[in-house]
């Protein structure tokens, strides 16, 4: 069965220092997403992503923040210099065009120290 | 603000027991309600979605209600197993570009032999 990937499962970095994210959708899908979850709190919308372009985003996907799709594969999240409070899971989803359901990848948890 | 609450926050049973989860929330416009299955450090998985015309919504034990007018549903596990330990998020869809997802909390339920 079809399943949106995501890369790394886990990744520790410093204060301070960029990271990338990692996603493979689901082939067929063309609306992707970027959620993240703090430990013990809600899932929070960060950004939905469609037709090479940012759809919709939320207060917290400030100027740290970016979205890309190098190529026709993958969907990236960059941290431009995190910070502690970016520690979280983060989860990518991805919807086939016209229909409602979302698929979401297993998460990357980042840890910053 | 689009918000989505859930009680209660965590819950116990007994194997075999029946036990019936609450969400209300306040989204507008109304697309679409989900709710959500998700296990510890995993990625939500969908149990249902249903639209403001369906009123009730069943997928093996779950089965999910819709009141579009009070803005409240409700997820009825049946013979719960111990596999059915999980959260249960309900997870509300607004009509807007985007497709953006609100989170409610979730309930942590346990099933314990």
């Known amino acids: 069965e079809p399943e949106v990937t995501q890369t790394p499962s886990h990744q520790v970095t410093q204060m301070g220092q960029e990271v990338i994210l990692r996603c493979v959708p689901i082939?067929?899908?063309?609306?992707f997403y970027w959620y993240r979850q703090i430990l013990g709190q809600k899932v929070e919308f960060l950004v939905s992503?469609?037709?090479?372009?940012?759809?919709?985003k939320s207060e917290i996907f400030d100027d740290q923040f970016s979205v890309e799709r190098p190529d026709g594969s993958n969907f990236t999240l960059k941290i431009r210099s995190t910070k502690l409070e970016d520690s979280a899971m983060y989860f990518c989803?991805?919807?086939?065009?016209?229909?409602?359901?979302?698929?979401f990848g297993q998460g990357t948890r980042l840890t910053v120290v | 603000k689009n918000q989505v609450e859930q009680s209660p926050q965590s819950l116990i049973i007994l194997e075999g027991k029946n036990c019936t989860l609450q969400?209300?929330?306040?989204?507008?416009?109304?697309?679409?309600l989900r709710w959500y299955k998700q296990d510890t450090g995993r990625g939500p998985v969908s149990l249902t979605i249903?639209?403001?015309?369906?009123n009730t919504k069943s997928n093996g034990r779950y089965t999910a209600t819709l009141d579009a007018d009070t803005k409240q549903s409700s997820l009825h596990i049946t013979a719960s197993q111990l596999s059915d330990s999980a959260s249960y998020i309900c997870?509300?869809?607004?009509?807007?570009?985007?497709?953006?997802?609100?989170f409610g909390g979730g309930t942590r339920l346990m099933v314990k032999p």
């Open positions: 989803a991805s919807t086939e065009t016209g229909k409602t359901e979302a698929f």
């Open positions: 082939s067929n899908h063309l609306y």
């Open positions: 992503f469609y037709n090479n372009e940012i759809s919709e």
């Open positions: 969400c209300n929330y306040t989204v507008s416009p109304f697309s679409n």
């Open positions: 249903m639209t403001f015309s369906e």
């Open positions: 997870v509300v869809s607004a009509q807007r570009a985007g497709n953006m997802l609100t």
